[in-house]
């Protein structure tokens, strides 16, 4: 079945570092999501992306959706505590039905003030 | 984006019984629900996906008479755990969509 590789699966950094991860995908998608869970809360959608090479942002956040349609990146620019949590990729192939998304297993997060 | 509803967001039962769990899109109309399970410091794992009038779709190795769905409206869908044990414990999540997903803010089932 498809798969979709996320890393790092954590990273620890100090406040106002950037922070990167990405996702591969070993099928073409034609959506990419990105997604930040708090604990004991449910994803909340950070960024969507639908078409290939496109770069957009929401603050300080920037996602791409990449050129092959197999992988997208996310960045966070100059961290915060409140940044700290799970980030999840997601994304949806042509024969997907409607929200029926393949999650990447997610990148922890820790920012030290 | 969308608003998805989820009640209630934590409950205790005893081994043996049923917890209803539901959830609702507050301002849009959805055919199509998805139920997720999610196992401590893992991914999402979809259950079943959940479709108005008529019977829910379930993935692989999930017991479709254990986690019985109801989609009996267009904004509404429920998950009913029916005769619960402790392994049943988990962080139960609901979507809706429009063209991305949003997402209910789970349901911890703590079985003891």
């Known amino acids: 079945g498809q798969q979709l590789n996320q890393s790092p699966q954590s990273m620890f950094i100090q406040e106002g570092e950037d922070v990167s991860m990405n996702c591969t995908s070993s099928s073409i998608f034609n959506t990419w999501l990105w997604y930040k869970q708090d604990p004991g809360e449910g994803p909340v959608l950070l960024i969507a992306l639908y078409k290939a090479g496109e770069l957009t942002s929401n603050g300080r956040l920037t996602a791409q959706f990449g050129i092959t349609r197999k992988d997208s990146f996310l960045n966070i620019s100059a961290s915060i505590p409140s940044d700290v949590g799970i980030y999840f990729c997601a994304g949806r192939d042509y024969g997907g039905s409607q929200g029926n998304l393949i999650f990447g297993k997610g990148t922890k997060l820790s920012v030290k003030p | 984006g969308a608003v998805v509803s989820q009640h209630p967001s934590r409950v205790i039962c005893k081994s043996g019984t049923s917890v209803k769990i539901e959830c609702r899109s507050l301002d849009f109309q959805a055919t199509t629900m998805f139920w997720y399970r999610q196992f401590p410091k893992q991914s999402l794992m979809l259950m079943a996906t959940?479709?108005?009038?008529?019977?829910?779709?379930?993935e692989q190795g999930v017991e479709k008479d254990k986690f019985l769905i109801n989609h009996a409206s267009l904004t509404l869908s429920t998950l009913t755990v029916t005769s619960a044990h402790p392994e049943d414990s988990s962080f139960y999540i609901c979507?809706?969509?429009?063209?991305?997903?949003?997402f209910g803010q789970g349901t911890r089932l703590t079985v003891v």
């Open positions: 979507s809706a969509s429009l063209t991305e997903a949003f």
């Open positions: 959940s479709n108005e009038g008529s019977k829910a779709t379930y």
